[in-house]
């Protein structure tokens, strides 16, 4: 998965972007890209946003290219990320230390056993039980994961689909006022080290998230992963960075202060 960045110190010094420094960067486990321009320039750029939402992305990345069975293992991935996570803001929310949950949540390293704790924990929280997914999608999702088999478009698709319906509700809640602090402090402190690594060379650093299919946009009522994959089709990173690379000088002598001035 590949995500647009730009060099952060040419846009201090300048004042507007340097469009020679445009790059479609991979976004690595920890989403932080180092990211060096064609000035010598070093910014550190930062996704500021949960696993979950990230492997979600990664996930129709995967689709769209025609590899369905990573498309599918990404996204199941999402899932289970997307259960650790409501699990620490339900607990941080109630005063238990971040350390803490992190001891007892490596103590239980089964999926299993992580769902069964995701379950009570969602039961607890919401009085219902947790709609996990249908049957017969968590009986191909393991034929996939554990057995090796290859799905078509349609049955990735029509997974990431009931992958993303369950999580839809777990996502909501999350925003809601007795979760979003905590929400939010969270996802600060994903990029923390990293940000304060960089500091203490001086490095400059930009913070950002990208659109994935886990992240609700204001007013989303629904999440449709056929849509979302049709909208990714007409938006390809390397194909806009080639593009700007193309008129990259000529934008560049745009926007000199001479020119401006």
Same mark, same amino acid.
């Given at each position: 998965m590949r995500t647009?960045?730009?060099?952060?110190?040419? &846009?201090?010094?300048?004042?507007?972007?340097n469009f020679e420094s445009v790059q479609a960067t991979i976004v690595p486990d920890n989403g932080a890209m180092h990211i060096s321009c064609n000035k010598g320039h070093t910014t550190l750029h930062v996704l500021t946003q949960p696993k979950h939402e990230l492997l979600s992305e990664l996930s129709i990345c995967a689709i769209k290219d025609g590899y369905y069975r990573e498309g599918v293992v990404s996204f199941a991935?999402? +899932?289970?990320s997307l259960y650790r996570f409501y699990v620490k803001v339900i607990l941080l929310t109630n005063g238990v230390d971040s350390k803490e949950f992190e001891k007892s949540w490596s103590a239980i390293n089964l999926s299993e056993r992580q769902f069964g704790a995701f379950s009570i924990a969602y039961l607890i929280e919401t009085g219902v039980a947790y709609k996990n997914l249908p049957a017969d999608q968590v009986?191909? #999702?393991?034929?996939?994961?554990?057995?090796? &088999?290859?799905?078509? +478009?349609?049955?990735?698709? &029509?997974?990431? &689909?009931?992958?993303?319906?369950c999580a839809l509700p777990i996502i909501k809640q999350l925003e809601s006022d007795k979760y979003i602090k905590t929400k939010t402090d969270i996802i600060s402190s994903i990029s923390a080290s990293a940000r304060n690594k960089a500091e203490s060379i $001086?490095? #400059?650093?930009?913070?950002? $998230?990208?659109?994935t299919p +886990?992240?609700? #946009?204001?007013?989303q009522s629904e999440i449709n992963i056929a849509n979302y994959l049709e909208e990714h089709k007409n938006w390809n990173v390397e194909?806009?960075?080639?593009?700007?690379a193309t008129h990259a000088t000529a934008l560049n002598? +745009?926007?000199?202060p001479e020119t401006r001035d």
């Open positions: 647009m960045t730009v060099c952060m110190e040419c &846009q201090e010094i300048n004042g507007f972007p991935s999402a +899932l289970e009986k191909f #999702r393991n034929k996939v994961v554990h057995n090796g &088999q290859i799905p078509s +478009l349609d049955e990735a698709i &029509q997974y990431c &689909q009931s992958a993303a319906t $001086g490095m #400059r650093i930009s913070a950002g $998230g990208i659109l +886990l992240s609700l #946009r204001p007013g194909n806009v960075v080639a593009e700007i002598s +745009l926007l000199t």
